[in-house]
């Protein structure tokens, strides 16, 4: 499938591929999601432990992931602080696209993959049976590296991710929001009922982000959302995460160290084997790391 390929899977979600090839759904209006709930009608955020780190809004314990008998992410331990830029960087094939994919239980859709140990969003270990993949999207969005606006116009595309919240909105309200928060809405407001395909790349990438912020998460995920993009289309991409990173969590792939450096204000390093080697403030890990094998891969020893 190319990147704006759709079809529907059994059970009625619309598939698509996303930039690494995985195939991914998106809910459609049909869904089982009847409740504004953060994870579903029986969620309940203070249920279970709550994160050792009060701030940390995401929070893994020894967490493993397989692909069958590949492990891709080894004992991950992290705690990602609410708002502001977490940078996911390493050489490739270390599992950082795994890691963002288990945040909001993408990698349920990948058959081989496995997941062990704990992930908690706001103290809930998202893996616990109760909770719902779909509600838990919409408070975890996603972009992807290419954008993958559906075939459908400016205004739908914004507005598909509401159609499976129960609470009444007012779409065309949103719609509009949500393209201001993109910094898409200027110069797409004369045209909100052509498709969405018709707009340039980076242009298709805001509104892949508006899709994503309509439904109101509090964490988005970016895995490489600049790497398809043009110089300028890049820089507009890297200003809007800077914004958004006020008011979102923002965690984001990327192979780019510079954006890592010039975006992020904390820094995952993974290295082969899906060990996360060292976390902390970016500057402090682009400028004096505590590990030799970081300090080998950001200046460029390997990788
Ligand atoms: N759908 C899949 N099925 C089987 N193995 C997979 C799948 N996706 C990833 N892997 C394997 O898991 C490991 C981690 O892959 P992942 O894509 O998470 O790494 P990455 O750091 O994001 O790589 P890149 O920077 O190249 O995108 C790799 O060995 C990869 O081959």
């Known amino acids: 499938m190319t990147r704006n390929d759709t079809r529907k899977s059994d059970d ?22 009847t409740s504004d709930s953060l994870l579903g009608d029986s969620f309940d955020v203070n249920s279970g432990s709550l994160p050792a780190d009060a701030d ?50 993408m990698n349920d859709l990948i058959d081989a993959a496995r997941v062990e140990g704990e992930l908690r969003f706001e103290g809930k270990n998202v893996y616990d049976g109760d909770v719902d993949p779909v509600a838990l999207r919409r408070k975890i969005g996603m972009v992807f590296q290419s954008p993958n606006p559906f075939p459908k116009s400016i205004r739908d595309n914004v507005a598909f991710g509401l159609q499976v919240q129960d609470k009444a909105v007012d779409v065309d309200e949103t719609v509009h929001r949500a393209l201001e928060r993109a910094a898409l809405l200027e110069e797409v407001e004369d045209q ?33 959302p600049a790497s398809a993009l043009d110089p300028i289309a ?16 923002v965690i984001i792939v990327t192979h780019n160290m510079q954006q890592a450096a010039r975006i992020s204000d904390k820094t995952a390093v993974f290295l082969t084997g899906g060990e996360l080697v060292e976390f902390g403030d970016t500057d402090k890990i682009f400028e004096n ?15």
């Open 56 to 105: 940390a809004v995401i929070e893994t314990r020894g967490l493993d992931v397989f692909y069958d008998d590949v492990q891709a992410l080894q004992n991950v331990d992290i705690q990602i602080p609410e708002n502001g830029v977490t940078a996911l960087i390493g050489p490739s094939g270390c599992g950082k696209s795994t890691f963002l994919r288990c945040i909001n239980r």
């Open 192 to 224: 909100l009922d052509s498709s969405g395909l018709d707009l340039s790349g980076g242009q298709q990438q805001r509104l892949c982000i508006a899709r994503a912020i309509a439904p109101d998460p509090d964490v988005l995920l970016m895995d490489e």
């Open 289 to 303: 790391p505590e590990h030799d094998r970081v300090e080998d891969y950001i200046t460029g020893k390997f990788g």
């Open 12 to 33: 009625g979600d619309e598939q698509r591929t996303d930039g690494s090839g995985t195939t991914v759904s998106e809910p459609t209006a049909r869904s089982d999601a």
């Open 234 to 249: 890049t820089s507009k991409i890297e200003d809007l995460i800077e914004d958004l990173a006020e008011e979102y969590t």
